[in-house]
């Protein structure tokens, strides 16, 4: 069961979550180049210019850390990753959860990403100006859970962590990508798992991706956020364990 954290995270985050599954599963969770503690050396701009490279490094690590197919747990970003990982090695993946998914967060047309593109411009001008500022300003809104405000600062804290300049190229690549048309390309097992209020997120993605990918599942957790798997592990667990009853039949 390998696990992929979303943008400005590492992969503490799993802490609430892959520990009720290392009984069942050998658990393997990492950071994203870039992040957390990975080599910032290894950092390629171009290599990162889009979500393939990262596909690339996952497939990398389920060839090196498994023994067969894999159920793949990413979340936000990490997503639409190892969607494209999917697409391009079915066989080495049993199943895939996405925690608050998106394939596109910019309106367009009949589709509702939850921004219009004068958003995300106006997102990235303020990261550009001011990025510790304006990670501490969005990460508690993304985070949620007003009555959890520990979760809110370790969020803070950890987007405050990454390194500006990959950070805010890191979130280009996030914002302004578009995997609409590879969602039904994906034929691997899937669990949309989205909270009932989420500013990153809105239900109108998940309708969107349960409606065009294929063998998926919908699942809403009543949650005010973006990170269930920290807000709302149990619940979140729960959602996880009924999939893949399912699933691995």
């Given at each position: 069961?390998?696990?992929?954290?979303?943008?400005?995270?590492?992969?503490?985050?799993?802490?609430?979550?892959?520990?009720?599954?290392?009984?069942?599963?050998?658990?393997?969770?990492?950071?994203?180049?870039?992040s957390g503690?990975?080599?910032?050396?290894?950092?390629?701009?171009?290599?990162?210019?889009?979500?393939?490279?990262?596909?690339?490094?996952?497939?990398?690590?389920?060839?090196?850390?498994?023994?067969?197919?894999?159920?793949?747990?990413?979340?936000?970003?990490?997503?639409?990753?190892?969607?494209?990982?999917?697409?391009?090695?079915?066989?080495?993946?049993?199943?895939?959860?996405?925690?608050?998914?998106?394939?596109?967060?910019?309106?367009?047309?009949?589709?509702?990403?939850?921004?219009?593109?004068?958003?995300?411009?106006?997102?990235?001008?303020?990261?550009?100006?001011?990025?510790?500022?304006?990670?501490?300003?969005?990460?508690?809104?993304?985070?949620?859970?007003?009555?959890?405000?520990?979760?809110?600062?370790?969020?803070?804290?950890?987007?405050?962590?990454?390194?500006?300049?990959?950070?805010?190229?890191?979130?280009?690549?996030?914002?302004?990508?578009?995997?609409?048309?590879?969602?039904?390309?994906?034929?691997?097992?899937?669990?949309?798992?989205?909270?009932?209020?989420?500013?990153?997120?809105?239900r109108a993605?998940?309708?969107?991706?349960?409606?065009?990918?294929?063998?998926?599942?919908?699942?809403?957790?009543?949650?005010?956020?973006?990170?269930?798997?920290?807000?709302?592990?149990?619940?979140?667990?729960?959602?996880?364990?009924?999939?893949?009853?399912?699933?691995?039949?």
């Open positions: 069961m390998v696990f992929a954290h979303g943008f400005g995270c590492d992969q503490t985050m799993w802490r609430f979550l892959a520990p009720a599954y290392e009984d069942r599963f050998r658990t393997i969770a990492f950071d994203l180049v870039g503690g990975s080599d910032l050396s290894a950092y390629d701009r171009d290599k990162y210019g889009t979500l393939h490279g990262y596909a690339d490094d996952l497939l990398e690590i389920v060839d090196e850390c498994a023994t067969g197919p894999v159920i793949f747990v990413g979340h936000s970003v990490s997503t639409m990753i190892g969607l494209l990982a999917t697409i391009k090695a079915p066989e080495k993946f049993v199943a895939q959860v996405m925690v608050g998914p998106s394939p596109c967060y910019i309106n367009d047309g009949d589709y509702v990403g939850g921004f219009s593109r004068e958003d995300i411009d106006e997102l990235l001008e303020t990261m550009d100006a001011n990025y510790l500022g304006w990670s501490s300003s969005l990460a508690p809104a993304i985070m949620g859970v007003p009555d959890r405000p520990e979760l809110r600062t370790e969020l803070t804290e950890s987007f405050c962590r990454n390194d500006p300049e990959i950070a805010k190229h890191f979130a280009r690549v996030t914002f302004l990508s578009d995997h609409r048309a590879d969602v039904p390309r994906s034929t691997v097992p899937a669990l949309i798992l989205q909270c009932s209020d989420d500013l990153v997120a809105p993605v998940g309708d969107f991706l349960h409606r065009h990918l294929p063998d998926s599942v919908l699942h809403v957790i009543e949650n005010v956020g973006h990170c269930p798997h920290m807000s709302a592990p149990t619940e979140s667990s729960r959602a996880i364990d009924n999939f893949l009853a399912h699933a691995l039949r």
